[in-house]
């Protein structure tokens, strides 16, 4: 018995990391990862200036803190309501406090690189506090599946569907992927999917397990 147990984790474990990883490949986000890694240099704002175009940022975060610090000064001037939405990358020059080369070079007609920023400036903490009430729920309705779930697809989807959740979350912080252009369009696609989730493993535990409708 115990080693029917045991093999039976095996097998939910091993369905979880199969459909996560195939989540990853088929979404692009395993790019995205790899990307936000592979960016990332040990020495800040050492730039190249052997080119003949000097460059004054190597990597993708010493950009990100330059269009984070002119949201920032965006976001102090419209604490409330922000400046509207998408409307950062045609305002920001009117907050900006970088040397003109720099904000130029790295922040000009560009979006703020980061979901939370992105709608802190353009939504205000009205916006950003609407959007976290919103994909907390998410996460706590994505958490509930898994305490409902009682068969082992339905635990492997839960877990898979809440670590996700989890991810784009925390990957929101760095990444604006999900304020605009295709991974927002998946990422409410995917949120939908959540919360159908949640009701069919709900209903299965109201109804008699796996002998409801959505078992047949």
Not at 38 to 52: P, R
Not at 186 to 199: S, T
Request: charged share 15%; with cysteine.
């Amino acid at each position: 018995e115990k080693r029917d147990k045991l093999k039976s984790k095996i097998n939910v474990l091993i369905t979880i990391l199969v459909l996560l990883f195939g989540i990853l490949f088929a979404t692009g986000l395993n790019k995205v990862i790899v990307s936000r890694f592979s960016d990332v240099s040990v020495e800040l704002f050492q730039g190249n200036t052997e080119k003949e175009n000097v460059e004054f940022a190597s990597n993708s975060l010493e950009t990100r803190l330059m269009i984070w610090l002119t949201a920032y000064k965006t976001f102090e001037s419209n604490p409330l309501f922000g400046v509207g939405y998408q409307m950062f990358p045609l305002v920001s020059e009117n907050y900006n406090v970088l040397p003109s080369l720099l904000y130029e070079q790295y922040v000009e007609n560009l979006d703020a690189h980061s979901t939370t920023m992105n709608i802190l400036c353009e939504g205000g903490i009205l916006g950003l506090f609407t959007y976290y009430f919103f994909i907390i729920t998410i996460f706590v309705i994505s958490y509930k599946a898994i305490r409902l779930s009682k068969s082992e697809i339905d635990i492997a989807n839960s877990i898979i569907l809440n670590g996700v959740v989890f991810f784009i979350i925390i990957n929101g912080i760095y990444s604006g992927a999900y304020t605009i252009a295709q991974n927002a369009f998946q990422a409410y696609i995917f949120f939908g999917i959540v919360v159908g989730n949640y009701v069919i493993v709900k209903d299965k535990q109201i109804f008699g397990g796996e002998n409801d409708k959505y078992a047949r």
